[in-house]
């Protein structure tokens, strides 16, 4: 009798890579979407978002997904595939965590612009993962922001505890400036995450 191989259940991944980022993972396959939103000519200050997703145990997680959407440097979100290759941005990324060093995830991006009056410059922020039946969502808030994030309605709906766990932290590195924003999934340093 022959044994049965793998295959996908109901559960989110581990196979999404296959599909989903199969360019990052090595397969034959073109990737629809990649850790790169922005092109060189792209508008506005060029940062990379980078980080870790943490399961309960504080473990790195090294198959999870994160997908990150956001308007170009000015505010503006992007209308079309036309005007996306226009700007050199695409306004939407995805990137596994199962190829990079420690189990991180990186974003080549621009910093987002202010999207409408009163808020301040976010990035939205989708999680999956494996066990994950649903995806989680999230946002991604800027430490040197601190008079936007003050008026931010959404930012002052969470408890000012757990404010914390949207802000990413800034770093300027040789080759330009860094967001870090790790996600936790449960514990004692949860992220907050948002119904949608």
Request: glycine share 12%.
């Amino acid at each position: 009798m022959s044994q049965l191989k793998q295959t996908p259940s109901q559960t989110v991944g581990p196979f999404f890579a296959y599909g989903l980022t199969p360019t990052q993972y090595g397969y034959d396959l073109k990737s629809l979407f990649t850790p790169v939103l922005a092109q060189p000519n792209a508008q506005g200050e060029h940062i990379r978002i980078t980080g870790q997703v943490f399961d309960g145990a504080g473990n790195a997680v090294m198959d999870a997904m994160v997908e990150i959407g956001q308007p170009d440097g000015s505010g503006r979100p992007i209308a079309s595939v036309t005007d996306a290759e226009a700007r050199g941005f695409t306004g939407f990324g995805r990137c596994g965590t199962g190829t990079l060093p420690q189990s991180h995830y990186e974003f080549f991006t621009v910093k987002p612009g202010v999207a409408a009056a009163g808020q301040a410059p976010f990035i939205n922020v989708c999680v999956t993962m494996r066990g994950l039946l649903v995806h989680t969502f999230t946002r991604i808030y800027f430490e040197d922001e601190v008079e936007a994030n003050g008026k931010d309605a959404v930012l002052a709906s969470v408890p000012a505890a757990r404010r914390g766990t949207l802000v990413a932290k800034r770093e300027v590195t040789g080759a330009g400036p860094v967001y870090r924003f790790d996600i936790h999934m449960q514990g004692d340093k949860e992220t907050v995450f948002f119904d949608l």
